[in-house]
Structures are given as C-alpha cells and as structure tokens.
C-alpha cells in the first residue's frame, strides 16, 4: 500500500496532509463557501486546506436585511470572526442579485412598484451599510450576480431591477459600493461564463461598465463546470477574454459535478470510478489552466469544502447526492485531490 492510500483511510483530517492552499501560495488563494452549519462540521477541513472563505448564502440581501432598515449580521459577523481567528481572507457574496431579494426592495406598503429614485436609494442604503461594516476586512466584493440573461439575443436578465431601475442599475450598484470602501476590489459574477454565446455577452457587459467609468475591477467566473463541459479550450477562451478588459479574474464557485445537467439518473449511491477517475483528470486541467493564468487569476474559491455537504445534492435532480469537490463525505482527499496538488507541484 503507497503513502497515498494510507492517508486517505485515515478518518481524521491528519497533519500529514499538504495543505491546499500551501501548495498554491505563490499564485492564488483558495477559498471555500461556507454556512454556520460547515463551519462547525467542516472547521478543521476549513483551517488545514483554505486562506479565503465566502459566505454562501449569509451576506446575501434577504439574509442581512429581511425588513426594511432591520439589519442582522449575527450569522455574517461570525464567518468573518472564523476567518480573521484562522487568518483567512473574506469574499463578499453578494450584493445585488435577481433572487434572495426581499419584496419590500420593489414595493410601496400599497403593494405597487416603486420608482426608479426610490429603488436606488434603497440599494444604496444597502450597500453603503453592508460595505461599511465590513470595510478593510472584507476584501473582494460579487457586487452584482447573475444580471446577463442566458436567453439568445437578449443582453440582461429581466428582472424587477431592470425592469424599475433601467440598465444602469448595474453601473450604479459598482459606483456605491466603491464609494463605501474605496479599497475593495469589485467583481461582476455569473455561471456559465465559458459558454461562448453568454461568455460574449459578459465581455460586452463589463466593457460597457469600462466605458462608463464604473469602479469595476475584475470578472467571477463561478465554474460550475461537470465532467465535460465546458471544455478547456472554451474555458481558456474565456479567460483570456474577460483578461484582455484589464480584469482581475476570481474562480468563485467551483465544483464539479459528476452528472451532466441533462443527466437525472437517482441510482447511484456513490460515484464509480470512471466519475473520480474522471473528475480527478478535470481537477488537474482546471488547476493547469489556473496555474498558467495565474498572472490574471488571483483566487480560486470552491462552493463548498467537501461531499458531505453540497448545493448540487438534490439540484437539479431531488432525492440524488452529488460528489464534486475534492473530498469525499469523511473529508478525506479524493484522487482529484492528489492530482491538483501534483499540478501544483509539476
């Protein structure tokens, strides 16, 4: 038996171990999603393999401020807490997103939509409140999601920001949050960002930010990829687009599902290993790519830590576990672990 194996038989997370984010020190963070239920069940995982956390779901609108003007930052406050205890960085995610926005955001107390000025005071109270509390600890801000429509032929998402606000909306979130903490750096993020008909549309999207003289610094490519798709030419077509802008580039929502979307089987109880063979081949390319980029890429954050707990379990497909990280449901490392940390030693 190699010294592979024996590790990875091991039920602790042992010393013995490279630390991941050790191994790529000279090139880029690596950061991991974390909720108040991981950072109790994941805590050591989390303090052995990662510099960088980002809140899943915590530092989203609905979640800091549910009423209008009452604020609860219990649950953010302490992921900060665990990141600054264990001297990780903080991503902040995220700021303005169609979803997990709070009717009142939209709406007069008659239940009618609000003007286009009072929509934007809000989100600037908004943003000006979360970017200040955590200004100079937070270091790195998604200050819009998911505003370009995967729809052909149409740029923007609708949404009740478009539809009240206008396009500028977008321009406007950037130039708040700037003004809240000048030092931040400021990312637009979207999934399925290597696809090239969307991928065009991103481009487009932050050029036209550029040219408006929005505060925007860099592009989060959120790599919810699988075990085909995309591919890495599409992906390296993709970084080297959104890089020719002038853009700082964060992976911030990596995994690697073992299904392709289309695929709803629910007979699987674990992976076979054709999916870890394959996953781990994935892994080592997109740490390839991500070493060769590493000039542009400046942090690689997975969403999630290990395979006990993932957002892919039950989505698409309810009732199925997923397997997409780089350790399995014990926290012990998987293949695709081995060969990312000899990418990063090659």
């Known amino acids: 038996m190699d010294r592979r194996q024996i590790i990875v038989t091991k039920q602790d997370h042992s010393d013995d171990i490279p630390k991941l984010h050790e191994a790529f020190k000279q090139r880029f963070r690596i950061g991991a999603a974390v909720n108040p239920i991981t950072l109790d069940t994941q805590s050591e995982l989390l303090k052995h393999h990662f510099n960088n956390i980002t809140a899943e779901n915590e530092m989203k609108f609905e979640s800091l401020q549910p009423?209008?003007?009452?604020?609860?930052?219990?649950?953010a406050d302490r992921l900060v807490d665990f990141a600054a205890t264990n001297g990780m960085g903080v991503r902040g995610h995220t700021l303005v997103w169609h979803n997990q926005t709070p009717k009142w955001m939209f709406e007069n107390r008659d239940g009618s939509a609000v003007d286009r000025e009072t929509l934007l005071a809000r989100m600037q109270a908004h943003i000006e409140t979360v970017v200040s509390r955590y200004k100079g600890i937070i270091y790195a801000w998604d200050v819009v999601n998911e505003a370009v429509?995967?729809?052909?032929?149409?740029?923007?998402?609708?949404?009740?920001?478009?539809?009240i606000a206008g396009e500028d909306f977008i321009a406007s979130a950037f130039e708040f949050a700037h003004a809240a903490d000048p030092k931040a750096l400021l990312f637009y993020n979207d999934y399925n960002e290597s696809v090239p008909e969307k991928r065009e549309k991103i481009y487009t999207l932050v050029r036209s930010l550029k040219e408006k003289g929005a505060p925007i610094h860099g592009v989060g490519l959120q790599a919810h990829w699988n075990l085909e798709h995309p591919t890495i030419d599409e992906i390296r077509q993709a970084i080297e687009r959104y890089a020719s802008l002038g853009m700082k580039l964060h992976i911030t929502e990596l995994d690697v599902s073992v299904f392709q979307f289309e695929d709803r089987r629910t007979d699987l109880t674990e992976p076979t290993d054709e999916m870890l063979a394959r996953q781990a081949e994935r892994y080592q390319q997109f740490f390839q790519l991500f070493k060769e980029y590493s000039e542009h890429i400046h942090s690689v954050?997975?969403?999630?830590?290990?395979d006990d707990y993932t957002w892919l379990d039950h989505f698409p497909v309810r009732g199925r576990k997923n397997w997409p990280f780089l350790f399995d449901e014990k926290h012990r490392p998987k293949q695709s672990f081995w060969d990312v940390i000899d990418t990063a030693r090659s």
């Open 67 to 75: 009423v209008e003007g009452k604020y609860t930052f219990a649950v």
């Open 149 to 163: 429509s995967d729809n052909s032929g149409e740029l923007l998402r609708p949404s009740k920001w478009l539809d």
């Open 301 to 306: 954050t997975f969403w999630g830590a290990a």
